[in-house]
């Protein structure tokens, strides 16, 4: 009875250390923050490679759940609510190149069994290895599932009463998972959700943003935020730009490398109305996508567009600001709701361009934003997404209200 007052916790991992700029560090950070503040005992469980992880205390204590850093609350824009627990990792983990070295294996082989499942009620990762040591360590688990992977799942770990529920973001993700051995009943999809904080208007932050921004006498500003990748639609984007030169283009997002890649290429093409600027921190990305006339979903066709979750276009619809997307099959759902304002062709620099023009006449900028867009986001909070998860795990199972 002892040891079954000691699971609390609804635990979230994530194999890798944090902050990084990656879509895939943003859902889970985001997915656990949203899990907390439904009140829930929230532990969210990463790698941590710094120097300090060689600190003894670390080392014997692992799992101290902790108010979040505030590098990472300010990087993902998390609430405090959610606290965190870094797992060490000192070298030679992860240099030395076998099994007894490797941080999945440390983590899910050591530092959960004897240390995080005593405690643990819930657990929920993208990790496979982590669900599979959950399941057989007899911890219920829910899986989280985002890309197309040609791997048969385990039919003793997706049968087991201890697995719960796999979750995706399209349905083509789920036709290809219960294709390869998940069970249709257990494997929903379920898009992903926005940061509360993004409701809240930011006024002076909107008018820095465009004071900076918008530079040779232009006064519409179009913004981008996500990815650099040209399967993105930032080599369109830059096309567009050129056909636009009256109108500001700025891309918020993207490696070093890849800013610097699409600032060469701009220049290449001699395009001045378009400013790449690089990572910007949650805590500042809400105020740009308020501060734009329009925000720019150029997605390209091809493999990734029937898959791609749109992580990003949540975000934009909490702006308030209308959103011009390009027809792809993962936002086909979207087409009769307030959440794209217009809709083109993918590839097609042009009629991209045509949209764009199309809306800064018919949907002038409003300040506060229009208001039928930020009504139909309220649904997709991150909060809800949380709530909806959990209806599918038996209540006897929810991890512990915290006051």
């Known amino acids: 009875m002892k040891n079954a007052t000691l699971k609390k916790h609804y635990i979230f991992f994530i194999q890798g250390d944090l902050p990084k700029a990656e879509a895939h560090l943003v859902q889970s950070t985001n997915a656990a923050n949203g899990a907390a503040n439904l009140g829930y005992s929230t532990v969210l469980v990463y790698l941590d490679k710094k120097l300090e992880a060689i600190n003894p205390v670390n080392l014997t204590f692992p799992f101290r759940p902790r108010k979040a850093p505030e590098e990472i609350i300010k990087y993902y824009n998390l609430q405090d609510k959610l606290k965190v627990a870094p797992l060490p990792m000192p070298w030679p983990i992860d240099h030395l190149k076998n099994k007894f070295t490797n941080s999945n294996t440390i983590a899910t082989k050591y530092y959960f069994p004897v240390h ?33 992977e040609d791997k048969q799942f385990e039919p003793e770990i997706v049968k087991s009463p201890f697995f719960k529920l796999a979750v995706t973001v399209v349905d083509t993700i789920r036709e290809s998972m219960i294709k390869n051995g998940m ?92 400013i790449f600027l690089g990572y910007v921190l949650h805590e500042q990305l809400a105020s740009l996508l308020q501060a734009a006339d ?6 390209c066709s091809g493999k990734a567009a029937t ?12 702006s308030g600001n209308p959103i011009v997307a390009t027809e792809i099959p993962s936002l086909k759902e979207f087409k009769n709701t307030p959440a794209i304002t217009a809709w083109c062709e993918p590839d097609n620099p042009t009629k991209f361009a045509e949209c764009l023009k199309q809306i800064l006449v018919t949907r002038p900028r409003k300040v506060e934003g229009y208001a039928d867009i930020i009504e139909y986001v309220q649904q997709f909070s991150w909060e809800n997404r949380a709530a909806k998860i959990l209806s599918y795990v038996d209540e006897s199972l929810h991890p512990q209200i915290i006051s």
């Open 116 to 148: 995080i499942f005593p405690q643990t009620k819930l657990v929920h990762s993208r990790n496979w290895n982590l669900i599979k040591t959950a399941i057989k360590n007899g911890i219920p688990a829910i899986y989280e599932h985002h890309h197309h």
């Open 307 to 318: 898959f791609t979750s749109p992580l990003k276009l949540f975000d934009y619809l909490a």
């Open 294 to 299: 329009i925000l720019a979903h150029p997605h």
């Open 183 to 274: 069970p249709s009943e257990k494997v929903i999809t379920l898009h992903n959700g926005f940061n509360r904080s993004f409701m809240i208007r930011q006024p002076e932050k909107i008018a820095a943003w465009r004071e900076k921004l918008l530079i040779n006498s232009r006064s519409q500003l179009v913004v981008y935020a996500g990815a650099l990748q040209r399967f993105k639609g930032i080599d369109v984007l830059i096309d567009v730009a050129a056909q636009m030169p009256n109108v500001q283009f700025a891309c918020a997002g993207g490696k070093s490398t890849e800013v610097a890649h699409y600032q060469q290429l701009a220049q290449e093409k001699q395009v001045d109305n378009i």
